[in-house]
């Protein structure tokens, strides 16, 4: 007789609903940090873009959770973001707690996200609030994407792949489910980041604006990755649908992945 499925692996399967272990998220928390990104009478349709385009999760914050017709997450999940800052503030990298893991719960959540920066003047205090988060997840079976920069003071090269497999190692070593980075430069150093990491790593970003979005896409797949996180890319693009749709053909399609190379030194 099979095991019984935890509610961690419950939520995981909604999170990769399109193909099992690919993950395709459509982060759209940034009205925190931005300023709004669409009308509040247009935010519906534009959630309904991005599911019809093929979204596994869309991230927004607990009071946007609450807009959102609960029709539209009939067929894609839901992650709270439960870290914020602003441009405004003394230090925009001061990365804080504004959220529960419980309130995620009440609100039909399949996972929940915290933002560090490491390398950040408030690194510390960041850290601990991702244990206490985890330790939630554990409690609640709640899926935890970590959102894991190199930014900050310290910081001179945010892209450095030695940097990033320390950043994902970061997460699963404090108990992240998937964690998210930036991508490396080269992009073909991002097969070495991803296998020194026992979770899956999704890319952010899609890349700088001028580069393809699905030629950076295919290379993430291809270097192993578990998929993609991508915001503005998606919902500034004058057809929202059309640039998921051209994503999710190749994170939710059969890509051949490459042999992982050895790992980056500094990962090990």
Not at 31 to 42: E, F, K, L, R
Not at 228 to 238: H, I, T
Request: hydrophobic residues 50%; aromatic residues 2%; proline residues 7%.
């Amino acid at each position: 007789m099979a095991a019984p499925c935890t509610g961690t692996e419950v939520r995981l399967a909604r999170l990769s609903r399109h193909r099992e272990g690919r993950f395709l998220f459509v982060p759209m928390d940034h009205s925190v940090a931005d300023g709004p990104i669409v009308s509040a009478a247009g935010f519906n349709d534009l959630v309904s873009a991005v599911v019809a385009g093929g979204a596994d999760a869309i991230v927004v914050h607990k009071g946007r959770a609450r807009a959102i017709d609960p029709a539209l997450l009939r067929h894609c999940s839901l992650i709270v973001q439960l870290s914020a800052s602003t441009p405004h503030s003394p230090d925009a990298d001061a990365k804080v707690l504004v959220g529960t893991v419980e309130e995620a719960v009440r609100l039909g959540a399949d996972a929940v996200s915290v933002h560090i920066n490491m390398g950040s003047d408030t690194e510390a205090r960041q850290l601990a609030d991702l244990g206490t988060v985890s330790r939630a997840c554990q409690e609640w079976a709640m899926p935890l994407l970590a959102m894991v920069y190199p930014r900050g003071p310290r910081i001179a090269d945010p892209h450095d792949p030695a940097l990033l497999a320390h950043a994902v190692n970061l997460a699963a070593d404090l108990g992240a489910t998937l964690v998210k980075t930036t991508w490396p430069v080269p992009m073909t150093d991002l097969a070495a980041v991803v296998a020194s990491c026992p979770i899956p790593v999704l890319v952010a970003g899609g890349g700088d604006q001028d580069a393809d979005l699905t030629a950076f896409a295919t290379a993430a797949v291809e270097a192993g990755c578990g998929g993609l996180a991508v915001g503005r890319r998606v919902f500034l693009s004058p057809a929202p649908t059309a640039a998921l749709k051209a994503l999710a053909s190749v994170v939710h399609a059969d890509v051949q992945v490459r042999a992982h190379p050895r790992p980056v030194d500094a990962a090990v």
